[in-house]
């Protein structure tokens, strides 16, 4: 104890270190105790309610992927990094990366929260109970209300999420194949390789997005998959236009020319040294993307070119209530329920990545590193 405080106060270096070790500790024992807070309250839910009992025995695999979750959770958060440290400092990063959090808790436990209908061919057709045609408020067995044609909200609701993630991470990840491709060429080879990929860029860059968008899914045909192909379409530009920029930097550096010397081929040079040193900006724009790629998709099943009707999808649940967004004359907010809870879905969805893009942007630019 004695060489710990003499340590302590020897010199100013000493002390901030120690200072910063003591923090971190405690950093970390404040963030693991909310996971197995979490899971013991699943488990005292479970022995209290022998109907939720009953709906997890009868999905193991999907209550297998929350446990596993909530495991890759309290790691990442438990694991001592800077990425994790940097991500502490700053509380909205925390706040996206708690809304995040527990939206893919309640896509991997939607069957355990929405019960499908037995003997049900699709468990993302929401269920419904008659066809009357007007939306009715909250109830018992409907606790967010229901649609025009009695559609529940809150069914689609929570498995629109596990929709929401499928959309945002497959048109994701084929824009980042389509630009990591196209970038690397036009930014390693240049020439008329460059002109030819970046004139392509220009041109799917010169319409707005969205109208682009409506005008491929109306070619190809109305339809969720459809509706992941055309914001694909329309997203990977970007992506190749940022990396190509940072490969046009990057080629020109030091370790690039001697593993060049060394009689590296082009491949290897792409794929080992030039693409992981210029693939950090794609994070930060595939976080901001994760929203905005949900946003789109809304909107252009709103329009009625997304999935079909009775699909679990946050855009469609409006689109079923759109002839009610404005109420009745004299009463403008008769059926707020049918807009307001897939609004606030859809803007809290939004609204974490947008958090969580901000996050790594100030902790991957080396100029805003100094801020967090």
Do not use: C
Request: aromatic share 10%; hydrophobic share 55%.
């Amino acid at each position: 104890m004695r060489r710990w405080i003499r340590a302590f106060g020897s010199s100013d270096g000493a002390r901030m270190s120690t200072l910063r070790a003591v923090l971190d500790r405690t950093r970390t024992i404040r963030v693991v105790p909310p996971i197995s807070l979490l899971i013991l309250l699943l488990g005292l839910a479970v022995f209290v309610s022998p109907g939720l009992r009953e709906r997890i025995v009868r999905h193991p695999l999907d209550v297998g992927a929350f446990l596993v979750v909530v495991v890759a959770i309290a790691g990442f958060w438990a694991v001592p990094s800077d990425l994790t440290k940097r991500l502490r400092r700053n509380p909205l990063s925390i706040t996206g990366f708690t809304i995040i959090t527990l939206f893919i808790i309640v896509a991997a436990l939607a069957p355990v929260l929405a019960p499908p209908t037995p003997g049900t061919r699709d468990p993302y057709l929401i269920p419904h109970e008659g066809f009357a045609p007007d939306p009715l408020p909250p109830r018992p067995g409907h606790p967010l209300g229901t649609t025009g044609r009695q559609y529940d909200l809150y069914y689609g609701i929570i498995w629109g999420t596990r929709t929401a993630f499928r959309v945002a991470v497959v048109v994701v990840a084929i824009s980042i194949a389509l630009g990591l491709v196209l970038g690397s060429l036009a930014g390693f080879y240049g020439g008329r390789i460059d002109e030819v990929v970046m004139r392509i860029t220009d041109i799917f860059l010169a319409f707005p997005g969205l109208v682009l968008a409506v005008v491929v899914t109306a070619v190809l045909g109305k339809g969720l998959d459809h509706v992941m192909i055309a914001i694909a379409l329309v997203g990977w530009p970007l992506y190749a236009r940022l990396l190509r920029g940072d490969i046009l930097s990057v080629k020109q550096r030091d370790y690039v020319e001697a593993a060049r010397a060394m009689g590296a081929g082009d491949l290897r040079i792409i794929f080992r040294h030039v693409i992981p040193n210029a693939i950090y900006p794609f994070m930060v724009v595939a976080a901001f993307d994760m929203g905005v790629i949900v946003l789109v998709a809304a909107a252009l099943s709103f329009l009625g070119l997304g999935a079909e009707i009775g699909y679990a999808d946050w855009g469609q649940l409006i689109n079923m209530s759109r002839s009610w967004i404005l109420g009745v004359p004299g009463n403008a907010f008769l059926y707020w329920y049918t807009v307001v809870f897939p609004g606030i879905v859809i803007f809290l969805f939004v609204l974490g990545w947008n958090l969580l893009g901000d996050a790594f942007r100030d902790i991957l630019d080396p100029r805003l590193r100094g801020s967090t």
